[in-house]
């Protein structure tokens, strides 16, 4: 932590990088508006995965086509990059070209034809390509079967061919070279996507010779492939299809060396990966989603179904990285923590829609360019402001302007007030300024429970600091007291203390002057329940043999579980409770333990009058009853002190959580063991007996259900019928 909280830093390139901040602010603003009038929306994802409108924060400016450069239109562009310099290369396929253009999209160079030592040569079907900050352009010559490496001005320095006849054995039989896209990173490793490659990047050295390969997509064929290969005979097991990885579609080489690589086909949580240079997945995934992307369709009336499949990558600055969904035509970017920043784009013919999405990059000054295969053009897009402040603010933040981070990200909020990251943004900067009570509020407007709980820890560490010795003393001091008032109290009465309640008498409620009314009673069974706890064996057969307990008790028992497992889900500290509190529904909850509860206590009772067992239903449901106990004892005291634990406590809050189900479930089973005089191995049937039983019950009770409801719905379609003719 800083010692100054906010200080601005005073070296060069932070006072440029905050002045050039200043100036992308003053551009998104005169560029476009987020009211602007463009055929797509925008949202983010909330913590629960639910789509939440969002400011727009690009919209199209202009687009680049051949036509409009006059060198004729372009075919089926595959890729395109820009360079360390602002300057846009498109590789215009279909015609086997380079297409290069300045920061003004005017036309500098075409590249379709290069000199091989004196003979003239070109591309075929290239589909990919990469120019390094030393200004080396290279090319997946994708039908040649090889990498072509020219200067920025077309000149040509070599080509990198298949690997050699000694890596044979690398590669499957029949395999053709065909790369598709290529990376190039600082120590000048060539890192190639290769068509019909499922063994990861193939990786070649400065000197262009093959190493080997990188980064292997894991294999995860699904349970059903699994049984099947087991049970399948060898004919077909020979028959199946392998379990292939998916292939790379897409990879960018960021400045730091780091490799983004986007999978072909479904989305899961590996679509995005980022590689180091041992080739391990480093990528932080703490968004809503472990899928990047769609998952479902946020607009209605939308044809496309189906999950994100991304089609390219990008890394930009400050570890930000932007994916293009071909599937949907969006632009997804994440910050370097894997949170979704914002969306923009869709397919169509509209106007800044996209009818065959293949690539993207960034322009200086934070402009996209996506490049459409279908509509043979590419689109810049500008950033609003919205998104001028995003970005502002997180690169102030990384350069240490904490203060000036905070105006952007609530400048953000004024923008779009649902927008989590921006609270997240203002809270980390509140921590930085010491502000930790004002940190947590922001971090859990964000439902962001990692950042709550560091910012909890060191407000709770600066509360013990400042009231830990006031608050021993008191604590003292008032012990003494009711030490001195409780020995005054006896010395007056003679130390006679107050009858109780024989906690291990007998409740006859007929006889028993302890249980001479019903709330004795129930009062009494209520302190027996507590014996039972710690006392099983002989609890629940004193509990039945010796009518220790009643149905009062018993049904208060069960009433104060289904309360405690209401304010266990509403009440549970913050960082440990990631429910949606909203849409928490009292009689769902309380449900959810009435109905489990009563097939237990029904089947129960059913099964074990087949089995001999001694219990009646009466007796099944007060011993069930009563093991649910330790819920309502631990589960209470724990939900009050989930408010003061942090994550790294969690273990601790987890593993009591846990005991006190255990504890429930196994009284539970001693319990039935007890009341139907049972030995374990019996038991031990009986329960599998009961849990099969529950679950053919809930199968009746569901298909049941849906018959009654279809004999509903046609009855109502006949009367209906009828009506309208009448």
Request: charged residues 20%.
């Amino acid at each position: 932590m800083p010692a100054a909280a906010g200080r601005r830093p005073e070296t060069w390139d932070q006072r440029i990088l905050f002045a050039v901040c200043m100036v992308i602010l003053a551009v998104a603003a005169a560029a476009g508006s987020a009211g602007a009038v463009v055929p797509y929306q925008s949202y983010t994802y909330d913590m629960w995965g639910e789509a939440i409108p969002a400011p727009l924060p690009y919209v199209p400016a202009r687009a680049v086509d051949g036509r409009s450069l006059g060198i004729g239109d372009f075919k089926a562009p595959q890729d395109l990059f820009v360079d360390a310099r602002g300057l846009l290369y498109i590789l215009d396929t279909g015609n086997n070209r380079i297409v290069v253009v300045d920061r003004e999209m005017r036309l500098l160079r075409v590249i379709s034809r290069f000199d091989i030592n004196g003979r003239e040569d070109g591309f075929k079907g290239p589909r990919g390509l990469f120019v390094t900050a030393e200004g080396r352009l290279y090319v997946a010559d994708t039908d040649n079967g090889r990498i072509v490496e020219l200067t920025v001005d077309g000149q040509f320095l070599r080509e990198i061919g298949a690997p050699g006849p000694e890596h044979a054995t690398t590669f499957a039989a029949g395999f053709v070279y065909r790369p598709v896209k290529v990376g190039v990173d600082h120590a000048g490793r060539i890192f190639v996507v290769a068509r019909d490659q499922y063994d990861g990047l193939m990786e070649f050295n400065v000197d262009g010779e093959f190493r080997g390969f990188v980064g292997a997509p894991r294999v995860t064929p699904t349970l059903a492939d699994v049984l099947w290969s087991r049970i399948a005979t060898d004919a077909q097991r020979e028959r199946q299809a392998l379990f292939l990885p998916t292939e790379f579609s897409a990879l960018d080489v960021d400045d730091d060396g780091f490799i983004f690589v986007t999978k072909q086909g479904a989305a899961n949580n590996q679509a995005i990966k980022k590689l180091n240079p041992a080739g391990r997945d480093v990528l932080i995934r703490k968004g809503p989603s472990a899928t990047p992307g769609d998952v479902w369709n946020y607009e209605p009336n939308v044809t496309v179904t189906g999950p994100s499949a991304f089609a390219d990558v990008v890394a930009r600055d400050h570890g930000i990285y932007s994916a293009l969904d071909r599937n949907r035509g969006r632009v997804f970017t994440y910050d370097e923590n894997g949170r979704l920043l914002y969306v923009f784009g869709g397919r169509g013919g509209q106007w800044g829609n996209f009818r065959g999405p293949v690539a993207l990059d960034v322009l200086p000054g934070n402009a996209i360019v996506v490049l459409d295969e279908i509509k043979n053009r590419a689109i810049v897009f500008e950033p609003t402001r919205y998104a001028a402040l995003i970005h502002a603010a997180i690169a102030l933040y990384d350069a240490g302007y904490y203060d000036e981070s905070e105006r952007m990200w609530l400048g953000v909020l004024q923008h779009n007030a649902n927008y989590e990251l921006a609270y997240i943004g203002v809270g980390r900067a509140r921590y930085r300024q010491d502000d930790f009570y004002s940190a947590m509020v922001n971090f859990r407007l964000a439902n962001d429970r990692e950042g709550y709980s560091e910012a909890f820890r060191m407000y709770r560490r600066l509360l013990i600091e400042q009231y830990f010795g006031a608050a021993m003393t008191s604590l003292v001091v008032g012990l003494m007291l009711l030490w001195g008032v409780r020995s005054a109290r006896r010395r007056r009465l003679g130390n006679v203390s107050s009858p109780r309640v024989n906690a291990s008498a007998p409740f006859d409620l007929a006889t028993d002057a302890n249980a001479s009314s019903l709330w004795l009673a129930l009062r009494g069974g209520l302190k027996y329940a507590l014996y039972v706890m710690v006392h099983p064996i002989r609890g629940f057969w004193d509990l039945k043999h010796e009518n220790r307990g009643n149905a009062a008790s018993a049904t208060a028992i069960l009433a104060a579980v289904i309360l405690t497992v209401i304010a266990v889900r509403q009440y549970t500290g913050f960082i440990f409770n990631a429910r949606k509190i909203q849409d928490l529904n009292v009689i769902v909850e309380a449900l959810s333990i009435l109905v489990p509860f009563a097939l237990w206590t029904v089947v129960n009772w059913a099964i074990t009058t087949l089995m001999d067992g001694k219990g009646s239903i009466k007796d099944v449901y007060i011993a069930s009853a009563y093991a649910l106990t330790p819920i309502v004892v631990i589960y209470v005291p724990l939900t009050l002190v989930s408010h003061v634990l942090v994550q790294e406590e969690g273990t601790l809050y987890f593993l009591i959580f846990a005991l006190g189900l255990i504890w429930s479930m196994t009284l539970l089973f001693t319990g039935t063991m007890m009341v139907h005089d049972y030995n374990v191995s019996t038991t031990l049937l009986s329960v599998v007996c009961i849990l099969a039983g529950m679950g053919f019950m809930l199968f009746i009770g569901m298909l049941s259900y849906e018959i009654i409801g279809s004999a509903t719905g046609f009855l109502t379609a006949i009367y209906r019928e009828i009506a309208f003719r009448l």
